[in-house]
């Protein structure tokens, strides 16, 4: 099982950064991929996160700015992030819930999550 995060890089705020997320090894559709953020020196927040359908749920600051989907047929899920700010800096981590019933909307609690990428660094300039 693995998953892997990619597409960071440095961009002006107000920018747009498209990440994605690739799986191996297991089934992807039947998991919630959900994507988190840390910052050094602080905890790890969770950012956005999709079920196995097309129910999603995002942190607050992000509302409206991040778009997350997925391409079950790809075995990738994808952060959209428009309106960069400074303050979304971070190294952002794609991470999979296999546990989820079909129904269920995606979970916030990182714990819930079995299988993590390594994360891959955003850094937004004022």
């Known amino acids: 099982v693995q998953l892997q995060a990619y597409g960071g890089g440095l961009v002006e705020a107000g920018g747009s950064l498209s990440l994605s997320c690739e799986a191996s090894?297991?089934?992807?559709?039947?998991?919630?991929i959900g994507w988190f953020r840390q910052v050094p020196g602080k905890e790890r927040e969770f950012v956005a996160a999709?079920?196995?359908?097309?129910?999603?749920r995002y942190l607050e600051s992000v509302q409206g700015r991040f778009t997350v989907s997925r391409d079950n047929a790809k075995k990738r899920a994808y952060l959209q992030m428009d309106m960069l700010k400074p303050e979304d800096t971070a190294v952002y981590y794609c991470a999979a819930d296999q546990n989820i019933i079909l129904s269920s909307p995606p979970r916030l609690d990182q714990g819930a999550y079995d299988y993590w990428g390594q994360g891959t660094q955003v850094t937004v300039s004022s």
């Open positions: 090894g297991w089934i992807f559709s039947r998991a919630a």
């Open positions: 999709i079920n196995r359908g097309t129910t999603t």
